[in-house]
């Protein structure tokens, strides 16, 4: 067996089969390589061009103001522009797309919302996107509690009151909402299907449009956000008779929540966060976590956005990603209770 060891190590065969394995494996790194480093090299150059905040509703609303603070942060952090880019109409749903469906590579970015990506959902039959399975979240910027208000004829002045009074006339309380699977709209009903009670749907273009409605007595409750609701409580032009969140905001402190008011876990909130286009890399969606993170946590930036009314938030990519799937569910069982049909 030695000797027969001993010749075929000493053949031409050996050597050449040799060399055949040394050439695969050179070639095999050469391949490899780049696809287990892909993305950590992506990450090193990028951003190496314009990036693009793609913002899916009109300028001005808190998804816009919110996504350009983003944008300014990563601007002037990594030393590239950051642009943001307003797509409105289709309830946020065809700029989310837009998102959807560009090149994972770090260069478009998603200013998100919960109307398109967890109401939406639960009223389209034929979204064009899996919101868990297309897109990646980065960072929660801030969520956004609102109060349940009234018009001063209303004789309600907390949320028992107003319980009481739409039993007693079911179906007969108007209340306005910015419009179809919206977020005023699946919170109103959340309320509603809670208190045991039925109040008849008013869908607006926006959130103006049905304030000066509610001023004026043409429906009689509404939910807005805290930045609207605190200067007409106060100029008593609206009543607000409980807060959406889980703890009093310091615009209106002396409001109790709904949930004290005895609708026990009622809490709903609006939101802003950004988000990429799902495989983009681990690497930039760190970078661009970490850069956000560091500005969140500085006293200027936090303060800002609670005398606006805001909860800042700051959650990472995963604990961002539960709080989104959370959403989901949560109002796809608002639509089953309330009996929202998907179109």
Not at 50 to 56: A, D
Not at 281 to 292: F, S, T, W, Y
Request: with cysteine; net charge neutral; glycine share 10%.
């Amino acid at each position: 067996a030695s000797d027969w060891s001993s010749d075929v190590c000493s053949s031409d065969l050996v050597h050449e089969f040799m060399y055949s394995i040394q050439h695969c494996l050179k070639f095999a790194s050469l391949v490899v390589t780049p696809c287990l480093l892909g993305g950590a090299a992506l990450a090193q150059t990028w951003p190496s061009r314009v990036v693009r905040v793609i913002v899916p509703f009109v300028p001005g609303g808190p998804t816009d103001v919110q996504g350009r603070w983003a944008a300014q942060q990563l601007s002037a952090a990594l030393g590239q522009q950051f642009v943001v880019e307003n797509r409105g109409g289709g309830g946020g749903v065809p700029g989310t797309d837009a998102v959807v469906r560009a090149a994972a590579d770090g260069y478009t970015l998603l200013a998100g919302n919960p109307g398109p990506l967890t109401v939406s959902p639960s009223v389209n039959a034929k979204m064009p996107y899996d919101t868990l399975r297309d897109l990646a979240p980065i960072f929660l910027i801030a969520r956004t509690a609102s109060c349940l208000m009234v018009h001063p004829n209303v004789p309600a002045k907390g949320i028992k009151e107003f319980v009481a009074l739409a039993k007693a006339q079911p179906g007969k309380i108007n209340y306005g909402s910015p419009g179809v699977g919206t977020v005023g709209h699946f919170a109103t009903e959340l309320f509603a299907t809670q208190a045991g009670i039925k109040l008849n749907h008013v869908p607006y273009k926006g959130a103006a449009q049905y304030t000066v409605d509610l001023i004026a007595g043409h429906i009689e409750v509404a939910i807005n956000q805290f930045a609207i609701c605190a200067p007409l409580q106060q100029a008593g032009k609206l009543r607000a008779i409980g807060a959406t969140s889980e703890k009093r905001s310091p615009l209106l402190p002396d409001l109790a929540t709904i949930a004290e008011q005895g609708l026990t876990g009622f809490v709903s909130y609006n939101w802003n966060g950004v988000l990429a286009p799902a495989k983009t890399p681990r690497e930039i969606i760190a970078r661009i976590h970490d850069v956000l993170s560091k500005q969140l946590a500085l006293p200027e930036h936090r303060d800002s956005f609670v005398n606006q009314g805001h909860e800042v938030s700051g959650l990472g990519p995963e604990d961002y990603a539960n709080f989104i799937r959370a959403e989901v569910d949560k109002w796809a069982r608002v639509a089953k209770a309330a009996g929202i049909q998907k179109q």
